[in-house]
């Protein structure tokens, strides 16, 4: 549970660990409709340069959709959110979405917190982004 009393700048947001899976990205090619063979083909992707087919771009923003669903709960819920893909991410890679509160203010009487979230591969940020989210309570 988290309150609107206990939420200060600078705070972090509790990290998430994922480690997607070639079955994974097929999955999520199919659920999206997404028909780029990067996603799904390891000899398009490597023809295409890559070292192994890549994480989705909105997979990775999914990532960080868990990351703040997870630190909200019941309690609030994501307003915004946007991010933006540095680097590539690949099957087996284990990748880090972290995040902070950067503000909060109250806004047409609805409590808003300001975070700055991103996704680390080997310690490196290859997502930035921001998110904007309502806390309830």
């Known amino acids: 549970m988290i309150t609107w009393e206990e939420i200060e700048k ?11 899976s070639a079955m994974q990205l097929f999955m999520f090619s199919a659920v999206t409709w997404n028909r780029h063979l990067i996603h ?7 023809h295409d340069g ?16 868990q990351l703040l669903t997870g630190w909200l709960g019941e ?23 972290k995040g902070r509160v950067k503000d909060k203010e109250e806004e047409n009487n609805e409590k808003m917190v300001e975070c700055e979230v991103w996704i680390e591969k080997n310690g490196k ?13």
């Open 10 to 20: 600078d705070m972090p947001i509790p990290s998430v660990t994922k480690q997607p």
């Open 40 to 46: 799904y083909s390891k000899d398009f992707a490597k």
């Open 125 to 137: 940020v290859i997502v930035p982004g921001t998110a904007k989210v309502k806390i309830f309570n």
């Open 75 to 97: 309690d609030g819920e994501v307003k915004r959110i946007e991010w933006s893909v540095r680097g590539s991410a690949f099957p087996g890679d284990e990748v880090v979405c």
């Open 50 to 65: 890559l070292d192994d087919v890549a994480v989705h771009r909105a997979l990775l923003g999914s990532f960080l959709g």
